[in-house]
């Protein structure tokens, strides 16, 4: 897991929010944690590297 965090403020249409929050509680994730492995897949699908990836063995599951 990333040892520091930034604040990541996006809008988005209140409905999809809520049906987004209702879906993650269902799976006992938090929005949080869903969205921050969108993002690792979106920037491995790329092909882009960051500091911070985990090692091969650290990685966790998908969802």
Same mark, same amino acid.
Do not use: N, W
């Given at each position: 897991? !990333? $040892? $520091?965090? *930034?604040? =990541?403020?996006? =809008?988005?249409?209140?409905?999809?929010?809520? *049906?987004? !929050? !209702? =879906?993650? *509680? &269902?799976?006992? &994730?938090?929005?949080?944690?869903?969205?921050?492995? &969108?993002?690792? +897949?979106?920037?491995? $699908?790329?092909?882009? !590297?960051?500091?911070?990836?985990?090692? @091969? +063995? @650290?990685?966790?599951?998908?969802?």
């Amino acid at each position: 897991m !990333e $040892k $520091k965090t *930034a604040r =990541l403020t996006l =809008l988005i249409d209140p409905q999809k929010k809520s *049906a987004f !929050e !209702e =879906l993650c *509680a &269902l799976q006992d &994730l938090t929005p949080s944690q869903v969205v921050r492995q &969108l993002i690792r +897949d979106y920037l491995h $699908k790329h092909g882009v !590297e960051y500091g911070s990836q985990p090692q @091969e +063995d @650290e990685k966790s599951p998908s969802i």
